[in-house]
């Protein structure tokens, strides 16, 4: 072996004042970059901030309220401040036959607490509704023009400052008044359909990812499955919509409706949580599987070769070592998943979601909507009104979204912690 | 099984070896080598990288199964036993021969914890204070009790580098093995630590076989009892070269290449 000294001053390389234009040049092209990525950001950040905005300028506003009745007519006293007996009379005084026996059907006047009754004599005896509404922004900036317009158009309203997103707005259930609907029947299905899917696709994804990782021989079949699971993360979520309503709602029918556990249980047909629940689970297990596999390779060999050293078998090795510190990367993956699935509306419309529910769901078997079922099917009522509920329902599940996201971080955290 | 047998009294040889090849696919990477370990000796292979010496080491305990490719022929005797033979499972043989790594890998659990978990899935079945006591002989065996006795729910990976070596040996010595395998296991450590090692080595070997792969020659010179010399042939096969009571492989070698590669003229 013998080294060959290099010629220097070749002039093959710049030097001097050579080098100095060659280093600014270097410097500049580095700055472009520097820019084009800040302008990147700064494209992503008015996007994320028009978006919140307009969500928050549809969510809060002022409305223009009209009633039939004037509250005077039925009481001296404001009907907030009234017990519950005497509301009882003034209702059964001045509803119609045919609606007190509908609502007596749901639940018995008698049986109602001041508050029920207070919104059944403001949707049936006075019939209270919003004729108007204006956003945010007209409220903020263009009051004056709100007060002429109310006055000229609805010479009877008052205008009332209105936050669409409100307690209220999350505990009462679907109705077909905009102003008296809630979002607690689909915030309840999303949850219920969030459980049941994370339930089904977190040990299964998990599992897979242990498998394909620490089992699996590197041979064509294994490399089969693992390129079709990549593929699958990216196939369109209508198509699992589609798979999840040929099989679970059609061929599984008499298991997914609940029919299996007797006559006249679950739903009447397959279009139920557990359904929804599956399809999900079945759009999001590539992701986990992807994301674990990726956790699992992460995991120093030295650590496996430390407890294989001392007798561990490979199940006592995976189990008390692999995962343990894989798991804060498959957690990543699965708020990745979970994520994914509360947000998804396609495969639900395929699937079947009911859009008009009152009835909240009771278990896997119950037929439900889900919130960006019901935000879809706000924004397509010809109301004005639907739309700034449809706002309402979506910072709800911007909410619902990121405290899901929080507790998992959190819970990725404590485990990162521990080790 | 036959190996968890107690030694042969009359047997001097810890482990032997006869012929032992180990490919790694079609690669032959050691190539026929035969020889025997004393017991309660330490016993350094030396020689130049790739010449498969960590091979060799790493096919007493079965750890080149983990590499799917691996494959081993001829014997490796221990107890009288083949380790390769049909009957014996691999999770045995690692617990009566133990082994260092050549980076400190403690588990990434407190320093209790790590030497605790050995035994419990080796099918540890004494109370707590027992185990207390098993963790604390292990931590003194390796010397290290005295430096983490007050902390002992701290993490493995909170110690230096050679505090976590020793730890990965005191962990080797809970499962109550009969030969220590080390590869390497000071090259990622600073000369202080290193000869604490090296001191706990001649400690050990009053209980243990011990068969340490260096890279460092005056190491194997200082710290061992014999010294296996390998070298790679022309199909880059490793083979054993010499073998002998290591003051005579250093003042006497009788192969020319030993004699060319401890006086440093290559490697």
């Known amino acids: 072996m013998r080294a060959e000294p290099i010629q220097p001053f070749t002039r093959r390389l710049p030097y001097g004042e050579d080098f100095k234009r060659n280093i600014a040049r270097r410097r500049f092209i580095g700055h472009i970059w520097r820019y084009m990525f800040f302008s990147s950001l700064i494209i992503g950040m008015i996007a994320l901030v028009t978006l919140l905005g307009t969500i928050v300028n549809r969510a809060f506003g002022t409305i223009a309220v009209q009633e039939r009745v004037n509250p005077a007519t039925l009481s001296e006293q404001p009907l907030e401040e009234l017990s519950q007996e005497e509301l009882l009379a003034i209702a059964q005084a001045n509803l119609s036959g045919n609606v007190r026996r509908r609502l007596d059907r749901e639940e018995p006047l008698e049986q109602r607490s001041a508050a029920e009754l207070l919104q059944v004599i403001e949707e049936f005896v006075l019939q209270r509704e919003v004729v108007k509404s204006w956003t945010l922004s007209e409220t903020l900036f263009n009051y004056s023009h709100i007060e002429a317009e109310a006055a000229e158009q609805f010479p009877n309203a008052r205008l009332e400052f209105k936050s669409w997103v409100s307690w209220d707005f999350v505990v009462r259930p679907m109705s077909r008044t905009p102003a008296l609907a809630g979002i607690r029947t689909a915030l309840l299905g999303s949850t219920w359909m969030i459980l049941i899917t994370m339930l089904i696709a977190f040990p299964i994804g998990v599992g897979a990812a242990i498998y394909l990782e620490e089992y699996a021989r590197d041979n064509l079949v294994n490399r089969i499955i693992q390129t079709n699971i990549n593929n699958l993360a990216g196939v369109p979520s209508i198509i699992y919509g589609m798979l999840g309503l040929a099989i679970f709602v059609r061929n599984l029918e008499y298991l997914t409706s609940g029919r299996f556990m007797g006559e006249g249980m679950g739903a009447a047909n397959g279009r139920t949580l557990i359904s929804a629940a599956m399809t999900m689970a079945l759009l999001i297990l590539p992701l986990i599987i992807i994301n674990a596999q990726e956790a699992i390779r992460a995991v120093p060999n030295s650590l496996r070769q430390a407890s294989y050293g001392l007798g561990a078998t490979k199940w006592q090795t995976i189990w008390n070592h692999v995962l343990p510190v894989a798991l804060p990367g498959i957690l990543t993956g699965t708020i990745l998943g979970m994520s994914r699935a509360v947000g998804e509306t396609a495969p639900l419309i395929v699937i079947g979601a009911a859009t008009y529910i009152v009835t909240d769901p009771s278990g896997p078997f119950s037929s439900f909507t889900a919130l960006p079922i019901q935000i879809y099917n706000w924004t397509s009522r010809p109301q004005d009104q639907f739309r700034d509920i449809a706002g309402a329902g979506i910072v709800v599940l911007l909410i619902l979204l990121l405290s899901l996201n929080a507790a998992a971080i959190l819970l990725r955290n404590r485990f990162q912690r521990s080790l | ?267």
């Not at chain 2, 030694?7 to 006869?18: K, V």
């Not at chain 2, 026929?32 to 091979?55: D, M, N, R």
């Not at chain 2, 199964?65 to 499972?89: C, K, S, W």
Request: net charge negative; with cysteine; charged share 25%.
């Open chain 2, 1 to 267: 099984m036959k190996i968890m047998s107690d030694p042969d009294p009359s047997n001097r040889n810890a482990i032997e070896t006869r012929a032992m090849s180990v490919y790694y696919g079609a690669f032959r990477a050691v190539k026929e080598v035969s020889f025997s370990i004393e017991s309660q000796k330490i016993t350094a292979l030396i020689g130049p990288s790739g010449c498969g010496k960590s091979t060799v080491l790493r096919s007493f305990n079965r750890m080149n199964d983990l590499i799917p490719v691996a494959r081993t022929e001829g014997e490796v005797i221990f107890h009288g036993q083949n380790l390769y033979g049909p009957d014996v499972d691999a999770v045995e043989v690692r617990r009566r021969i133990g082994m260092v790594f050549q980076k400190p890998n403690p588990f990434p659990k407190s320093i209790y914890e790590n030497i605790a978990f050995g035994p419990r899935i080796n099918g540890w079945k004494g109370t707590k204070a027992e185990m207390d006591d098993l963790v604390e002989q292990s931590l003194r065996g390796a010397a290290l009790w005295d430096e983490v006795k007050d902390k002992l729910k701290e993490s493995g990976l909170s110690l230096s580098g050679g505090q976590q070596q020793r730890l990965c040996i005191a962990r080797a010595l809970a499962v109550e093995p009969e030969v220590i395998l080390m590869d390497e296991p000071c090259s990622a450590l600073d000369p202080i630590s290193t000869l604490k090692i090296e001191e706990l080595m001649f400690e050990l070997r009053r209980q243990y076989t011990i068969i340490i792969v260096t890279h460092n020659m005056q190491q194997a010179a200082r710290a061992s009892d014999y010294t296996a010399f390998f070298l790679m042939d022309e199909d880059r096969a490793g083979m054993l070269v010499e073998y002998g009571p290591t003051d005579q492989i250093f003042k006497d070698p009788k192969d020319e290449r030993t004699e060319q590669y401890i006086s440093g003229r290559f490697g």
